[in-house]
């Protein structure tokens, strides 16, 4: 069974104290299967935000745990900020990663809170998804009033608490905890310190919009429904609640945004329709903030959202698509962004090591040249494969902005996407094959002693070698693929970058020739023949293809070069 992952993402009503925050999250790595990914601390706010993973048992114990200590060191009666709260602890969401549905999200969020309830006497209210009454799936509606209404609401047979008991703690107000999507913080900086106008352009945008009045907008009568509740006008964009506020840290107001589907109104959509708004009232964005981690999906839509209005190739790098969003967006206008510690995924990855794509050319060379047996043949046809479409997809690039065929943009960025998924797999195929030879090794050096060991060292050494055989297989069929998108730029690109597709088309197929030979030397020991008769004719068929292929590329070459 596939472990399960939720995502943790508590409030505290401290930014400014770095030891006291310090205190809250050392309680949260004491539990060792939580990994802690992000901490966000903002003074004007005076609000942390912290962000850590792991298997929901693991991340219940450590959410308690530092909802405990922040109950013991945190006064919310000395306490003073920009953003709403009502508590030491002001919220605690638990969002579901992975292999975890939400109904059971919810179960361990009502776990936490009956246990903070119980155990620490703090009273508080289940939101969103683990809202017990419709009206407190909203957090705004639970946090009505704020720190200072809370003594007199939690007396209110209205506001008793889903969880701890009915009388205000003075020290550590009251915790909000609830179970929801994947929601993005996120505040656009602009150039005035107006927080009137700021509000304006978030009731502009935010779902919830304004309420409506008769005459002028701000000083009209409000317009009533029959409950006598006032009637909203709707923003421009859903699953959007947005504040505007003035940042004294800063000396600039903001509109602060939570995206809470950023399937339906991604970030660079917000972006955007703040742009146009801000620029109707006379106001400027210079840029944005995103507070603790985003996903890296979000950011390659924007990236390549913003690629694609300049009418650029989307067949980049990830790290470049990610660069353009960064700087499209503004988000370094306040403080430095650094990827690889804002990016959840990034933070998820288990660094592996040794890795050979990660060397530098030297260091490869040297590698491949040293007296140990790994990298081989294997893993350098895997890495002129990645080469050789390295080179078309650079063709395509240089095609798809080249002056005068503005209209051709699109057809040659379709052919770099392409190129880069290819090149991504073929880098993948450079560890993944010197791995496979490694577990040959390993299985040949089980033990034989008894009957049972040696049926077991012959099974691990027949998966081993299967395994050996279809790494290389796999670089025969990418790089096979790979022919395809160097034939069309050498076909259809620019004329002056005909040589650099051409080496790439002799790079691809040396690395299916390359590849094929390690196939042929993997087979040569094993039993399973329906297996290896299915490998050998289908490789010998690419095998031959790629020799066409290359021999068709070059002949452009040496067409181009007598016109």
Same mark, same amino acid.
């Given at each position: ?366 590698? !491949?040249? =040293? ?9 350098? +046809? &895997?890495?002129? *494969? $990645?080469?050789?479409?390295? /080179? ?104 002056? !970058?005909? =040589? ?9 197929? +040396? &690395?299916?020739? *390359? $590849?094929?030979?390690?196939? /042929? ?43």
């Amino acid at each position: 069974m596939k472990k399960q992952l939720i995502e943790c993402v508590p409030n505290f009503s401290e930014g400014r104290n770095i030891h006291i925050i310090k205190q809250i999250t050392d309680q949260i790595e004491k539990v060792k299967e939580v990994k802690l990914l992000n901490v966000d601390p903002g003074k004007a706010t005076n609000r942390t935000v912290v962000t850590f993973v792991g298997d929901p048992e693991s991340v219940i114990e450590a959410a308690f745990r530092a909802i405990k200590k922040a109950s013991e060191i945190i006064d919310m009666r000395c306490h003073h900020g920009e953003h709403p709260r009502m508590g030491a602890t002001d919220v605690c969401p638990l969002v579901p990663v992975s292999n975890i549905s939400m109904d059971e999200v919810i179960e361990f969020a009502h776990r936490l809170g009956y246990r903070v309830g119980e155990e620490l006497g703090i009273p508080g209210y289940y939101y969103e998804y683990a809202a017990k009454s419709p009206e407190r799936k909203n957090l705004a509606y639970c946090r009505t009033g704020e720190y200072e209404g809370l003594k007199k609401r939690l007396i209110d047979p209205e506001w008793i608490p889903d969880f701890g008991p009915a009388r205000f703690n003075a020290g550590t107000g009251a915790t909000a905890i609830g179970a929801r999507d994947f929601l993005v913080a996120y505040n656009i900086n602009l150039n005035t310190t107006s927080t009137r106008r700021a509000n304006a352009i978030a009731f502009d945008i935010r779902e919830k919009g304004r309420i409506k009045r008769e005459g002028d907008p701000l000083t009209g009568r409000i317009i009533r429904d029959k409950n006598g509740d006032p009637v909203y006008e709707p923003g421009t964009l859903k699953n959007v609640k947005g504040i505007g506020w003035y940042i004294e840290e800063y000396g600039i107001a903001q509109l602060s945004f939570n995206l809470t589907n950023i399937s339906e109104t991604p970030i660079h959509v917000a972006f955007e329709e703040a742009v146009k708004k801000a620029e109707l009232r006379g106001v400027r964005v210079t840029g944005s903030e995103l507070v603790g981690l985003v996903p890296l999906q979000a950011m390659l839509e924007a990236g390549r959202y913003f690629l694609t209005r300049q009418q650029r190739s989307l067949g980049i790098p990830e790290e470049e698509v990610i660069a353009i969003a960064i700087k499209s967006l503004g988000l370094e206008e306040l403080s430095p962004f650094n990827p690889r510690e804002r990016i959840i995924e990034y933070m998820l990855e288990e660094p592996e090591k040794d890795c050979l794509v990660d060397m530098n050319l030297t260091r490869f060379a040297n590698a !491949s040249s =040293s007296e140990s047996v790994t990298p081989g043949g294997g893993s350098v +046809a &895997a890495y002129l *494969g $990645a080469l050789g479409i390295s /080179l078309g997809t650079m063709v395509a690039n240089i095609s798809s902005h080249k002056r005068g065929w503005d209209d051709r943009w699109e057809e040659f960025s379709k052919q770099a996407e392409q190129g880069e998924k290819l090149k991504v797999k073929l880098l993948k195929l450079v560890d993944a094959d010197t791995k496979a030879f490694r577990e040959i090794i390993e299985a040949r050096r089980l033990p034989k002693t008894s009957e049972a060991d040696k049926n077991a060292r012959k099974k691990a050494i027949r998966e081993a070698t299967k395994k050996a055989v279809e790494v290389p297989f796999n670089v025969m069929k990418v790089a096979m693929d790979s022919m395809e998108v160097i034939r069309y730029v050498a076909e259809h690109g620019m004329k002056s !970058s005909l =040589s650099d597709a051409c080496v790439g088309a002799i790079a691809a197929n +040396a &690395a299916i020739r *390359g $590849a094929y030979l390690n196939i /042929l030397i993997n087979c040569k020991d094993l039993e399973d023949e329906k297996f290896k008769t299915r490998i050998l004719t289908e490789s010998e068929r690419i095998k031959n293809e790629a020799v066409k292929n290359e021999n068709e590329i070059l002949s452009a070459f040496d067409k181009n070069l007598k016109e």
